[in-house]
């Protein structure tokens, strides 16, 4: 992902848009992407969506942006926001893990869930219910690189920091 240049994700079955506009040092080194919301070209200015203090990750190489069915939009921020395209409704979680080597990997919609991969915590919203589940893991011990399901379990790759072996086990999520 070009740091110098502006990026645009557009949803594929609403008319939503997240342009990640210019990259930001929010305070020693913790960088940051501001950006603007978009729905049927209108910038949505609303304070969860504000870019003072926080806005997107800066790797959004394998960032998802839409659910299969489109009626929900990742808006991938520390605390994670989900747009529903039809009751045009914002919730924000609340990252239980402090945002410091915890840097977003990828996500993923399974069925109606969000899975929300970061370097050492793993988020499955139900984005039904509204419930949402995460594991995290201690600070120095892994980087989390993916996420998949095997025979309907979730199963990890991740980099084990105390021997640095490459190393795959299930979560229960």
Request: hydrophobic content about 35%; aromatic content about 16%.
């Amino acid at each position: 992902m070009k740091l110098d240049s502006q990026h645009l994700y557009k949803a594929l079955k609403s008319n939503t848009e997240i342009i990640a506009t210019e990259l930001e040092e929010l305070n020693y080194g913790r960088m940051f992407w501001k950006f603007d919301f978009l729905v049927n070209n209108q910038k949505i200015d609303i304070q969860l969506l504000q870019c003072e203090f926080e806005g997107l990750f800066v790797n959004l190489d394998h960032f998802k942006m839409e659910s299969e069915n489109g009626k929900y939009i990742y808006i991938p921020k520390y605390n994670p926001i989900i747009y529903e395209t039809d009751s045009k409704e914002f919730k924000e979680y609340k990252s239980p893990i402090e945002p410091q080597n915890n840097d977003f990997v990828r996500n993923y919609f399974f069925d109606n869930n969000l899975i929300i991969l970061h370097e050492r915590s793993v988020y499955k919203i139900n984005l039904e219910s509204g419930a949402i589940m995460h594991i995290s893991f201690e600070f120095g011990s892994v980087v989390l690189k993916d996420i998949y399901l095997l025979d309907e379990k979730f199963m990890i790759k991740f980099k084990n920091l105390s021997n640095y072996e490459d190393e795959e086990k299930e979560i229960k999520l």
